[in-house]
C-alpha cells in the first residue's frame, strides 16, 4: 500500500511524484503509456517571468510563485539524475506584427504591471539589438529575464529522478477504474489489478474527464490542440525567444528552431495539417527572413489541458475525502509544474498551501453525480 497514487505520468504528475517522494511519502505514477509523451513532451518549454509583489490575478500569482522554482529544480534534478534539462535565461523579445499594432501599448503595460523589466525598442533600438528581424517589423519590447525549458530533456531528468528515489513507476499501465470504500478511493485499478492507497491525485491532462468518469464524475476540461514545426539551421540567427501575439520562435543551443503554434479545438486529433505546417512557417520567415535557409526538421502537435476558464484545477474533488484534482493547465503546466508539485504536497501533508488554492477549486468546473 502507498500513500499516494498519481495517474498521468506528465510533466504535473512527476513533479508532484517527486516533490512527494523527497518528502518521505510513497508513490506510484501510472501512465496508460510511456511517460512525458503527450502535452509535456509536446509543448516549447517557455518560462515567461512574473514577480509576486505584482501579482494581481490568481493565474498571475501561480506563475510568480513558480518562476523562481525553476533554477533550483533544475540544479536538483541534474545532481540527480545527470541530465541537464537545458534550463535557460534566454531573454524574449516580443514584435508587433501589423495585425496587432491596435493592441501594442497595453500589451506593454500589461507586461510592466507584472513588474517584470519591459525593454521598450523603437525601430532603431529594435533593429540595433536584432538585426535578424524582418524590415517589416517596427517595434518590439525586450524581457531580459524570460527563460526556457527542454521540455523533453526536463522530462528525462525527472523521471530519472523519480526512479532513483524509489517512486513505483508503472508504464503502459492506464487506470480503467477506481476502488473505493464510502467516501475514499482506496486503489486504482490497472489492467494488472488494484493498486491501493492512501490518497489518489489525478493528473491525467486532457484525458483526465474520462479517468473521473470511472467514478461518475463530470470534468469540464477539453483539449485543445496545438501544432509545432521544427527547424534548425547550423549557426543559430537568434538565442532570444521571440514573440509575436500567440505565435513564437523558440531557439535551442544547439541549432534547433521551435516555431509555434496554432491553437484548435479538434477533439483528440493529434494530426498535423498543411494549413497549420505552412501557417507556422509563413509566421516565422515573416519575422525572421533567415529562416528561408533553414533545414525543416518535423511537426508534431499535442493537447493542452483546458479548464472552463484556463486556470488549472487544484484541490479536492467534492464527494470523496482523499481524491485531489492536478489537471488542467492549458498553455502554461510547463511553467507551473513546479508550484503545483508544491501546493499539492503542502496539501496532501496536511499543511496550509502557500497561496489560496480556492481560484483553482474543483467546484468550479467537476460535479459529483
Ligand atoms: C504546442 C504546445 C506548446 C506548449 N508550450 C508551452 C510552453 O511554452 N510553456 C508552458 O508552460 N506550457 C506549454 N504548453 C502546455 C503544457 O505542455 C501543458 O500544460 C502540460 O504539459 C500539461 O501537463 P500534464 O501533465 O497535465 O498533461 P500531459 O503531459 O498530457 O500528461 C498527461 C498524462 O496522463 C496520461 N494518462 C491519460 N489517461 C490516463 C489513464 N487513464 N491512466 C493512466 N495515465 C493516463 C497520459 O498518457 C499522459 O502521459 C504547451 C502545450 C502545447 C501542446
Known amino acids: 500500500?502507498?500513500?499516494?497514487?498519481?495517474?498521468?505520468?506528465?510533466?504535473?504528475?512527476?513533479?508532484?511524484?517527486?516533490?512527494?517522494?523527497?518528502?518521505?511519502?510513497?508513490?506510484?505514477?501510472?501512465?496508460?503509456?510511456?511517460f512525458g509523451e503527450e502535452a509535456s513532451w509536446a509543448g516549447a518549454g517557455m518560462l515567461p517571468p512574473a514577480k509576486m509583489e505584482c501579482a494581481t490575478t490568481p493565474g498571475g500569482q501561480l506563475r510568480a510563485a513558480s518562476q523562481p522554482l525553476w533554477p533550483e529544480w533544475s540544479r536538483c534534478l541534474q545532481e540527480e539524475s545527470g541530465i541537464d534539462n537545458g534550463y535557460l535565461n534566454c531573454g524574449g523579445l516580443h514584435v508587433s506584427l501589423s495585425e496587432e499594432v491596435a493592441d501594442w501599448q497595453n500589451y506593454v503595460d500589461d507586461w510592466r504591471r507584472t513588474g517584470t523589466v519591459v525593454e521598450e525598442l523603437d525601430s532603431v533600438s529594435l533593429r540595433e539589438r536584432a538585426p535578424f528581424l524582418s524590415e517589416q517589423i517596427q517595434s518590439g519590447f525586450y524581457l531580459?529575464?524570460?527563460?526556457?525549458?527542454?521540455?523533453?530533456?526536463?522530462?528525462?531528468?525527472?523521471?530519472?529522478?523519480?526512479a532513483s528515489r524509489g517512486v513505483a513507476l508503472h508504464a503502459g499501465a492506464?487506470?480503467?477504474?477506481?476502488?473505493?470504500?464510502?467516501?475514499?478511493?482506496?486503489?486504482?485499478?490497472?489492467?494488472?489489478?488494484?493498486?491501493?492507497?492512501?490518497?489518489?491525485?489525478?493528473?491525467?491532462?486532457?484525458?483526465?474527464?474520462?479517468?473521473?468518469?470511472?467514478l461518475g464524475i463530470q470534468c469540464d476540461l477539453i483539449p485543445v490542440q496545438g501544432q509545432i514545426v521544427l527547424l534548425s539551421m547550423k549557426r543559430l540567427l537568434f538565442?532570444?525567444?521571440?514573440?509575436?501575439?500567440?505565435?513564437?520562435?523558440?531557439?535551442?543551443?544547439?541549432?534547433?528552431?521551435?516555431?509555434?503554434?496554432?491553437?484548435?479545438?479538434?477533439?483528440?486529433?493529434?494530426?498535423?495539417?498543411?494549413?497549420?505546417?505552412?501557417?507556422?512557417?509563413?509566421?516565422?520567415?515573416s519575422v525572421v527572413p533567415g529562416l528561408k535557409?533553414?533545414?525543416?526538421?518535423?511537426?508534431?502537435?499535442?493537447?493542452?489541458?483546458?479548464?472552463?476558464?484556463?486556470?488549472?484545477?487544484?484541490?479536492?474533488?467534492?464527494?470523496?475525502?482523499?481524491?485531489?484534482?492536478?489537471?488542467?493547465?492549458?498553455?502554461?503546466?510547463?511553467?507551473?509544474?513546479?508550484?503545483?508539485?508544491?501546493?499539492?504536497?503542502?496539501?496532501?501533508c496536511g499543511e496550509e498551501p502557500e497561496i489560496s488554492l480556492e481560484p483553482f477549486s474543483c467546484s468550479r468546473g467537476i460535479q459529483t453525480d
Open 239 to 285: 538565442r532570444q525567444v521571440i514573440e509575436a501575439g500567440r505565435r513564437y520562435l523558440v531557439p535551442r543551443s544547439d541549432g534547433k528552431i521551435l516555431i509555434g503554434s496554432t491553437e484548435k479545438q479538434a477533439g483528440f486529433n493529434k494530426e498535423n495539417t498543411a494549413e497549420g505546417v505552412a501557417g507556422l512557417i509563413a509566421f516565422a520567415q
Open 144 to 162: 531580459p529575464e524570460m527563460g526556457q525549458v527542454r521540455n523533453p530533456r526536463h522530462m528525462k531528468a525527472l523521471l530519472s529522478a523519480c
Open 293 to 348: 535557409e533553414a533545414t525543416f526538421e518535423r511537426a508534431w502537435a499535442g493537447l493542452r489541458p483546458k479548464s472552463i476558464d484556463g486556470l488549472p484545477y487544484l484541490g479536492r474533488v467534492a464527494g470523496y475525502q482523499n481524491l485531489i484534482m492536478a489537471a488542467g493547465h492549458y498553455r502554461d503546466g510547463l511553467q507551473l509544474s513546479p508550484i503545483t508539485a508544491k501546493l499539492i504536497r503542502q496539501l496532501i
Open 174 to 214: 492506464p487506470v480503467i477504474g477506481f476502488k473505493t470504500e464510502g467516501e475514499n478511493v482506496t486503489g486504482v485499478r490497472t489492467p494488472s489489478g488494484v493498486h491501493r492507497a492512501g490518497q489518489t491525485v489525478i493528473a491525467g491532462g486532457a484525458w483526465s474527464p474520462e479517468v473521473l468518469s470511472r
Open 1 to 34: 500500500m502507498m500513500d499516494v497514487n498519481i495517474i498521468g505520468g506528465g510533466v504535473i504528475g512527476l513533479s508532484i511524484a517527486y516533490e512527494l517522494v523527497k518528502q518521505g511519502l510513497t508513490v506510484a505514477v501510472f501512465d496508460r503509456q510511456q
